[in-house]
Antibody, heavy 126, light 110 residues
Framework: QLQLQESGPGLVKPSETLSLTCTVS??????????WGWIRQPPGKGLEWIGS???????YYSPSLKSRVTISVDTSKNQFSLKLSSVTAADTAVYYCARIMITFGVDGMDNWFDPWGPGTLVNVSS | QSVLTQPPSASGTPGQRVTISCSGS????????VNWYQQVPGTAPKLLIY???QRPSEVPDRFSGSKSGTSASLAISGLQSEDEADYYCAGWDDSLNGAVFGGGTQLTVL
């Protein structure tokens, strides 16, 4: 059974870089069928997609975060990482990693997240 | 402000059928498929419906999805207390070239 687990500091200072890692078990990041990515949820608010990538290099980033986000992968460790630079209090959120199915069919692009990691809360505060 | 629009709340009594709407545009729902997620407070979201109307094997058939034009709906029949959760629609937006979510609907079972 595929499982994902986020890890990283729970507290980051304003203007610094947030760094998180997602460790995948029970399956390979190098699987040809799937993308992988990050989603966040500010306290009491809705879900916001951050970015998605394919292990061979195709990457999509949220236009609103693109200038500050980097997603990278370490296939040898079966992990992928998120870096978000120049953080502010608005970046305080629960950060989730997830496996993503992306396909193209008669009804357009199909893009769903399953499964998700349990999430990790990152507070941006001095 | 979310790209996909959902009502902030919905409610029903046990056994009832409730529907949650999701409104988008030609660049997202009108061009691509819709997915739905259930999030019990304090837990990670769980995939409920994919490709407009498909259910993962572990999701009860009380849950169903549909799509028409630039709108989609999630229906829950035989409402149960355990269905009390937040529900999110999601998809892909061709103009933004990215994934988009609705703002979420908090379902209360009265």
């Amino acid at each position: 059974q595929l499982q994902l687990q986020e890890s990283g500091p729970g507290l980051v200072k304003p203007s610094e870089t947030l760094s998180l890692t997602c460790t995948v078990s029970g399956g390979s990041i190098s699987s040809s069928n799937y993308y992988w990515g990050w989603i966040r949820q500010p306290p009491g608010k809705g879900l916001e997609w951050i970015g998605s990538f394919y292990y061979r290099g195709n990457t999509y980033y949220s236009p609103s975060l693109k200038s500050r986000v980097t997603i990278s992968v370490d296939t040898s460790k079966n992990q992928f990482s998120l870096k978000l630079s120049s953080v502010t209090a608005a970046d305080t959120a629960v950060y989730y990693c997830a496996r993503i199915m992306i396909t193209f069919g008669v009804d357009g692009m199909d893009n769903w997240f399953d499964p998700w990691g349990p999430g990790t809360l990152v507070n941006v505060s001095s | 402000q979310s790209v996909l629009t959902q009502p902030p709340s919905a409610s029903g009594t046990p056994g009832q059928r409730v529907t949650i709407s999701c409104s988008g545009s030609s660049s997202n729902i009108g061009s691509n498929t819709v997915n739905w997620y259930q999030q019990v407070p304090g837990t990670a979201p769980k995939l409920l419906i994919y490709t407009n109307d498909q259910r993962p094997s572990e999701v009860p058939d009380r849950f169903s999805g549909s799509k028409s034009g630039t709108s989609a709906s999630l229906a829950i029949s035989g409402l149960q207390s355990e269905d009390e959760a937040d529900y999110y629609c999601a998809g892909w937006d061709d103009s933004l070239n990215g994934a988009v979510f609705g703002g979420g609907t908090q379902l209360t079972v009265l």
